[in-house]
């Protein structure tokens, strides 16, 4: 018979055992859709807003086309990609030669970090692998096919993220090619019709391990899913293991591209398609993975001047994105030597300095009642909440314009015909006097500061007008 002192000692024992069994039970993912989807999204990820994209590997090398040279070589063996290795290499060239050329001699990540601080992002990712199959981390899982073992001889992943990190300012991620055009393994599950997994169990799943163990990406961005179904990834057992086991199973974010069938439909963001904006609220968060340069994502030397987004083109989708309920993934293409050539930190330095200034519409923002405004298309809304969470609740209201109202110096906001009695006053973000600004029949009408102080100001590309409401602002629906 147990003494009084034992069953007490026993009934704290169990309660205490019982706590802590929730506590590692507690928020436990299963390997379905169903649950998984359930997770809430990373609240940093939808405060970020603005994230790097770096499309980096041997593909830098020849620098022709776009990043799938590789597969546009001699895969589908298109004309002018034969015709370029034709011209400018001997017979016999493979494409692994390609990799002793990625040198990366003039690589140095604190200087791609500073930049990327600079143009106001909030994360960065990386092409740990593309489709080529090279990784750019001394992966146990390539046999040689690295940037350790073949080119830089450098852990050109681990400096970067280290240096990302360093900035205090950005969160580290990478992208990660599940499927390789080549790769003798994968081809042989796909002429089995993906009814087994070599290619996965002994591919995928170790280094995609090996990857979020080593170096803990807060963003895991796949693609290459298009050819296989999600079962043949074992994509929900990886999402439950990542969400329940990883190192970052608290802060990690991952994307939907996972096999045939996910895409626009699971992971904590969806993307869709690439430069996917639909202009429209959506109703899962989503992001918008667009480039500077029009026509690749890799360098190329063919590139045109006019391939290129101009710093207002680059501002206006950023705009868009965000008050859509978007974040916005900017990718560069860096060179075979290590270096990001000077007119895509151009973009990204004017991007900051916009940023500096218009970044309260922007970081931690949400989606207004209203995306676009019904008078004047180029104008975009995002807000900033009150105490609840309620959309609802809205206090200051940001109406960003895209086009300089040259004729009238001001511009008509429609979006508030019937709540002209909330506003208490109106602001330009950089110009810290007042506006002054009028009811119409269809709106309101907001005054630009003087073109000449603008100027003085150095207030271009967009400007954000910052409405601040005497109550919440009621939603009508």
């Known amino acids: 018979m147990r003494s009084a002192r034992t069953s007490v000692w026993l009934c704290c024992a169990v309660v205490v055992f019982g706590v802590l069994c929730l506590g590692c039970t507690a928020g436990k993912y299963e390997p379905t859709w169903e649950s998984l989807d359930s997770r809430p999204l990373p609240k940093w990820y939808d405060d970020a807003k603005v994230g790097i994209f770096i499309h980096w590997g041997v593909y830098a090398v020849p620098s022709y086309g776009s990043e799938w040279f590789w597969i546009n070589w001699q895969g589908s063996r298109t004309e002018e990609y034969v015709q370029f290795m034709a011209n400018n290499y ?6 692994q030669d390609f990799a002793s050329d990625f040198t990366a001699e003039l690589f140095n990540a604190t200087e791609w970090a500073e930049l990327f601080a600079r143009s106001g992002a909030r994360y960065v990712v990386l092409t740990s692998k593309h489709h080529e199959g090279y990784t750019l981390w001394p992966s146990k899982h390539t046999f040689g096919w690295n940037a350790m073992d073949v080119g830089p001889h450098r852990d050109v992943l681990g400096e970067l993220a280290n240096a990302v990190r360093a900035t205090g300012q950005l ?6 090619s599940l499927f390789e055009w080549f790769n003798r393994l994968y081809l042989n599950d796909k002429l089995h019709v993906f009814m087994q997994r070599e290619y996965v169990d002994g591919k995928v799943w170790p280094e995609l391990q090996e990857l979020i163990n080593t170096y803990r990406p807060e963003v895991l961005w796949s693609d290459g899913d298009w050819e296989a179904p999600d079962g043949y990834w074992k994509a929900k057992e990886f999402f439950a293991w990542l969400y329940n086991d990883s190192p970052v199973r608290d802060t990690i974010v991952t994307n939907d591209r996972w096999g045939m069938g996910t895409l626009c439909l699971h992971g904590d963001f969806h993307t869709c398609s690439d430069r996917y904006n639909p202009g429209v609220l959506q109703k899962h968060k989503w992001e918008n993975a667009m480039t500077i340069d029009r026509k690749s994502w890799g360098h190329r030397v063919n590139a045109r001047l006019e391939d290129f987004m101009t710093t207002d083109e680059l501002i206006g989708e950023l705009v868009t994105t965000v008050s859509c309920g978007g974040n916005i993934l900017i990718n560069v ?5 290590g270096t990001i050539e000077a007119i895509f930190a151009e973009r990204l330095v004017e991007m900051g300095r916009w940023l500096k200034v218009n970044g309260p519409a922007i970081y931690k923002s949400q989606p207004w009642e209203y995306q676009n405004d019904t008078l004047t298309g180029s ?3 995002t807000a900033t909440k009150g105490s609840s969470n309620r959309r609802s609740n809205f206090r200051t209201i940001f109406a960003t314009v895209l086009d300089y109202p040259y004729k009238t110096n001001s511009v008509r906001l429609g979006a508030f015909s019937n709540q002209v009695t909330n506003i208490a006053q109106i602001t330009m973000l950089g110009y ?7 009811p119409t029949d269809d709106g309101i009408m907001v005054e630009f500061p003087p073109k000449n102080e603008i100027d003085r100001l150095e207030l271009k590309h967009a400007w954000t007008l910052k409405i601040t409401l005497t109550t919440q602002w009621p939603l009508n629906v």
Not at 90 to 95: E, I, Q, S, V, W
């Open 90 to 95: 001997k017979p016999g060239f493979t494409y």
């Open 171 to 176: 969160t580290f991620g990478v992208y990660y």
């Open 333 to 337: 293409g860096p060179t075979k030597a």
């Open 379 to 381: 104008v975009w809304y």
């Open 432 to 438: 810290n006097t007042a506006l002054k600004w009028k």
